[in-house]
């Protein structure tokens, strides 16, 4: 389960691109601040191609540097 704190705080004016390790094994691409919102109890993630994913923070394994160019899902 991943602190939502930790993802809050990778949203900052100086953002670098990410990604969300999901506990599955997928991994979903952060590329700018406008493709996440982070609520008390969910995160929701937009791609490129306006596809939207709901996760709930227990599958959020970890966080990674850099975003890869397509989701892993």
Do not use: Q
């Not at 390790?21 to 700018?32: D, E, I, M, N, T």
């Not at 929701?44 to 989701?71: F, M, T, V």
Request: net charge negative; aromatic share 6%.
């Amino acid at each position: 389960m991943l602190d939502l704190r930790h993802l809050r705080d990778r949203l900052v004016p100086d953002f670098r691109p990410f990604t969300i390790r999901l506990s599955g094994g997928g991994a979903l691409p952060v590329p700018h601040p406008d493709f996440i919102a982070v609520g008390r109890g969910f995160v929701l993630l937009l791609d490129h191609d306006d596809r939207s994913y709901r996760i709930d923070p227990l599958h959020n394994e970890s966080l990674g540097e850099g975003a890869p160019n397509s989701n892993g899902i």
